[in-house]
């Protein structure tokens, strides 16, 4: 009756006095189902409610009452919806399709046990609805294709609630007979308790989907064998599936469960008679060997057999499947005296495993938990560092190839902890990426630029800044909007800033929503280059659908550019001429590198040759020594800007 009053009180508010006749008549229809539920409770007191014929009169009974309350809500809601189509406004409307939507979810749980009338109640709220709103307000068609949906839902969720509760009461009438049973049969009473209590033991210790032991299975098994070979050790292997996530978010939960069961069955085939495989959660798995004497290197080699039968493709529904493993192996007693705490360092171990390079078998060592302590620390300190003096900018020219001038600087941050000292950029920039605080540390970074190239004055007037942004900044809300705002606070101009992006940014995942933030700072001015350029896995038809201004080759080419390295430089120069971009080349160490770079056709340099990364931002050019033609040109003063040949 609340949800009544609420709806007239709003429904009266716009002008509807039908809503007058409507209440009266849910205020009539309430009190004949109240005086019905009187008389119910009568009959259940006085024994009358009892025979299979009683309980269906009143069930009937129930259910024609309930769907015509749901008749009456279904016709306040058309009128509504027809008036409001005809007239301005829409609270009414809108009010009373969330009351009608909460009545129906909530008939789900309250009518699980009247299968036909709970679905017939939630059908008439929901479609009546639904099909008013296509008919008389064709502006809410998506609304109204939403309420068909929920409608589907919640028909879904009665149904299940119904079957739960069936389930339940079929539960409790077989333990009722059960008790009955027991009491004429005293003889059998302990053997069916025990039967029930070994039954209730294996559904506790089994895993569900695989029916391998859980956890609490492993720790039982554990128990049971120290206890029985106190003189033997176990080697604990820890399996955690590679690239599981991306099959399970691709072809569904259903084949992902299928894969766990297959891959279960794969590795039980390589396992000795005296190992035991178990389900530890989601997609990791445990595997508990026992040492012996005869065969200490076993473990070894069965964690080679059992990387190379995960990884062996197998075909579901039609999908070709192809997993990796890593695993992390741990000694028990060795490795310590707790076997609950042998499986965290195996955990530990695969860790790094899936940290550094996937796909293989790494021994714990106590090196490992510092590492995760150390990270577990850097993390919550890089959370107070951002935005403090304990984070700065430093700055590294890129020069261009035919003149030698200073065009850009490429900001890049550097963290010195009051405690641990000066942090490696590679470790603490990995780490803001695995704990989601990379979009702070990049929105600090991009304004520190900005606002520091803005305080170059005249002779930096016509420098840019490059500034690295992740992928997860330009999926994290409107990165564009943040790029717009900072540059109007720091009134620095967009065609000075250039948004470096590694190769992620062809991902497939996020392929669109990152294509329109990309195309928005180009229209803007903004210039994207794609940073570390040939280390990933760009095609052509996703470089040739981004508006992307530059590619830098990565310096691991740039090291090698007089052996291979040169193959892949010279095919990103030909690549980017035929789409106009820029190519801008890392890593540049030596007069010789950069020679061949130029030769090739390289239009920017940056490296150790020309500049170290330092707080002061460089802006003298240099002596273009690695062209065949020298230009000096002078400032405004007169003064030549190529002041010195290189910087070590």
Same mark, same amino acid.
């Given at each position: 009756m609340a949800a009544a009053f609420g709806a007239t009180w709003t429904v009266l508010g716009e002008g509807y006095q039908l809503a007058w006749g409507w209440l009266v008549l849910m !205020?009539?229809?309430? $009190?004949?189902?109240?005086?019905?539920?009187?008389? /119910?409770?009568?009959? !259940?007191?006085?024994? $009358?409610?009892g025979a299979p014929a009683q309980?269906? /009169?009143?069930?009937?009974?129930?259910?024609?009452?309930?769907c015509a309350s749901a008749v009456l809500w279904a016709v306040l809601a058309c009128a509504v919806i027809d008036g409001e189509a005809q007239h301005e406004g829409c609270v009414a409307k809108y009010t009373l399709i969330i009351i009608v939507s909460a009545?129906?979810?909530g008939a789900t749980g309250v009518t699980a046990a009247l299968k036909y009338e709970g679905r017939c109640y939630i059908s008439i709220l929901l479609l009546s609805g639904s099909l008013a709103l296509a008919i008389f307000s064709p502006v809410d068609i998506a609304i109204a294709a939403l309420g068909l949906v929920f409608w589907v839902v919640m028909l879904v969720s009665h149904n299940n609630n119904n079957a739960i509760l069936r389930q339940s009461l079929n539960l409790q009438h077989e333990n009722i007979k059960l008790i009955a049973d027991l009491k004429d049969l005293n003889g059998t009473l302990e053997t069916k308790i025990i039967d029930r209590t070994r039954a209730l033991k294996e559904i506790a210790h089994l895993d569900a989907l695989t029916q391998l032991p859980n956890r609490r299975g492993l720790m039982e098994w554990a128990r049971a064998f120290i206890k029985d070979h106190n003189n033997l050790s176990v080697a604990v292997m820890f399996l955690d599936l590679?690239?599981?996530k991306q099959i399970n978010d691709a072809l569904g939960h259903d084949i992902g469960d299928r894969v766990l069961v297959s891959v279960a069955e794969q590795i039980k085939t390589q396992l000795p008679p005296d190992a035991i495989l178990a389900r530890w959660g989601g997609d990791e798995f445990i595997v508990a060997v026992p040492r012996t004497v005869e065969a200490p290197g076993r473990v070894h080699s069965l964690s080679d057999q059992i990387i190379e039968a995960v990884s062996l493709p197998f075909t579901l529904n039609g999908e070709t499947i192809k997993l990796g493993v890593s695993i992390g192996l741990a000694l028990y007693p060795d490795d310590d005296k707790s076997f609950t705490d042998v499986i965290h360092a195996a955990d530990l171990a695969v860790t790094e495993v899936k940290r550094t390079e996937r796909g293989r078998a790494l021994a714990y060592s106590e090196t490992y938990a510092e590492i995760q302590r150390r990270r577990y620390d850097l993390s919550r300190a890089l959370g107070e560092a951002i935005g403090k003096d304990e984070l700065s900018l430093v700055y590294q020219p890129l020069i261009s190839a035919k003149t030698g001038r200073v065009v850009a600087q490429e900001a890049l941050a550097r963290w010195k902890h009051p405690v641990l000292g000066a942090i490696s950029p590679d470790e603490f920039i990995k780490l803001a990426e695995d704990t989601d605080r990379i979009v702070a540390l990049g929105d600090w970074a991009l304004e520190r630029a900005c606002t520091d190239a803005v305080n170059?004055?005249?002779?930096g007037a016509g420098v840019k800044i490059a500034v690295n942004a992740s992928i997860k900044q330009l999926l994290h809300g409107h990165f564009d909007l943040k790029v717009v705002q900072i540059l109007n606070r720091t009134g620095l101009s967009p065609s000075r800033l250039e948004i470096e992006v590694t190769e992620s940014l062809f991902d497939d995942e996020h392929l669109e929503q990152v294509l329109g933030c990309v195309k928005n700072l180009r229209e803007l001015g903004v210039e994207i280059q794609i940073d570390d350029f040939g280390t990933g896995y760009s095609s052509l038809s996703r470089l040739h659908k981004f508006p992307v201004t530059g590619v830098k080759i990565d310096r691991h080419f740039v090291n090698d550019v007089n052996g291979q390295g040169r193959v892949i430089v010279e095919s990103a120069v030909m690549i980017a001429r035929r789409f106009g971009f820029e190519v801008i080349a890392e890593g540049v160490e030596t007069l010789e590198q950069a020679k061949a770079l130029y030769d090739i056709g390289?239009?920017?340099?940056?490296g150790y040759y020309f500049g170290r990364p330092s707080a002061v931002a460089c802006q003298k050019g240099f002596d273009p020594q690695w062209t065949s033609e020298v230009p000096l040109t002078t400032d405004g003063d007169g003064a030549s800007f190529l002041s010195y040949s290189g910087l070590r």
């Amino acid at each position: 009756m609340a949800a009544a009053f609420g709806a007239t009180w709003t429904v009266l508010g716009e002008g509807y006095q039908l809503a007058w006749g409507w209440l009266v008549l849910m !205020l009539v229809l309430t $009190a004949i189902r109240l005086f019905d539920w009187w008389k /119910y409770r009568s009959a !259940l007191t006085s024994g $009358a409610v009892g025979a299979p014929a009683q309980i269906a /009169y009143w069930q009937q009974n129930y259910g024609v009452w309930l769907c015509a309350s749901a008749v009456l809500w279904a016709v306040l809601a058309c009128a509504v919806i027809d008036g409001e189509a005809q007239h301005e406004g829409c609270v009414a409307k809108y009010t009373l399709i969330i009351i009608v939507s909460a009545l129906a979810g909530g008939a789900t749980g309250v009518t699980a046990a009247l299968k036909y009338e709970g679905r017939c109640y939630i059908s008439i709220l929901l479609l009546s609805g639904s099909l008013a709103l296509a008919i008389f307000s064709p502006v809410d068609i998506a609304i109204a294709a939403l309420g068909l949906v929920f409608w589907v839902v919640m028909l879904v969720s009665h149904n299940n609630n119904n079957a739960i509760l069936r389930q339940s009461l079929n539960l409790q009438h077989e333990n009722i007979k059960l008790i009955a049973d027991l009491k004429d049969l005293n003889g059998t009473l302990e053997t069916k308790i025990i039967d029930r209590t070994r039954a209730l033991k294996e559904i506790a210790h089994l895993d569900a989907l695989t029916q391998l032991p859980n956890r609490r299975g492993l720790m039982e098994w554990a128990r049971a064998f120290i206890k029985d070979h106190n003189n033997l050790s176990v080697a604990v292997m820890f399996l955690d599936l590679d690239r599981f996530k991306q099959i399970n978010d691709a072809l569904g939960h259903d084949i992902g469960d299928r894969v766990l069961v297959s891959v279960a069955e794969q590795i039980k085939t390589q396992l000795p008679p005296d190992a035991i495989l178990a389900r530890w959660g989601g997609d990791e798995f445990i595997v508990a060997v026992p040492r012996t004497v005869e065969a200490p290197g076993r473990v070894h080699s069965l964690s080679d057999q059992i990387i190379e039968a995960v990884s062996l493709p197998f075909t579901l529904n039609g999908e070709t499947i192809k997993l990796g493993v890593s695993i992390g192996l741990a000694l028990y007693p060795d490795d310590d005296k707790s076997f609950t705490d042998v499986i965290h360092a195996a955990d530990l171990a695969v860790t790094e495993v899936k940290r550094t390079e996937r796909g293989r078998a790494l021994a714990y060592s106590e090196t490992y938990a510092e590492i995760q302590r150390r990270r577990y620390d850097l993390s919550r300190a890089l959370g107070e560092a951002i935005g403090k003096d304990e984070l700065s900018l430093v700055y590294q020219p890129l020069i261009s190839a035919k003149t030698g001038r200073v065009v850009a600087q490429e900001a890049l941050a550097r963290w010195k902890h009051p405690v641990l000292g000066a942090i490696s950029p590679d470790e603490f920039i990995k780490l803001a990426e695995d704990t989601d605080r990379i979009v702070a540390l990049g929105d600090w970074a991009l304004e520190r630029a900005c606002t520091d190239a803005v305080n170059w004055g005249q002779d930096g007037a016509g420098v840019k800044i490059a500034v690295n942004a992740s992928i997860k900044q330009l999926l994290h809300g409107h990165f564009d909007l943040k790029v717009v705002q900072i540059l109007n606070r720091t009134g620095l101009s967009p065609s000075r800033l250039e948004i470096e992006v590694t190769e992620s940014l062809f991902d497939d995942e996020h392929l669109e929503q990152v294509l329109g933030c990309v195309k928005n700072l180009r229209e803007l001015g903004v210039e994207i280059q794609i940073d570390d350029f040939g280390t990933g896995y760009s095609s052509l038809s996703r470089l040739h659908k981004f508006p992307v201004t530059g590619v830098k080759i990565d310096r691991h080419f740039v090291n090698d550019v007089n052996g291979q390295g040169r193959v892949i430089v010279e095919s990103a120069v030909m690549i980017a001429r035929r789409f106009g971009f820029e190519v801008i080349a890392e890593g540049v160490e030596t007069l010789e590198q950069a020679k061949a770079l130029y030769d090739i056709g390289v239009d920017k340099f940056q490296g150790y040759y020309f500049g170290r990364p330092s707080a002061v931002a460089c802006q003298k050019g240099f002596d273009p020594q690695w062209t065949s033609e020298v230009p000096l040109t002078t400032d405004g003063d007169g003064a030549s800007f190529l002041s010195y040949s290189g910087l070590r």
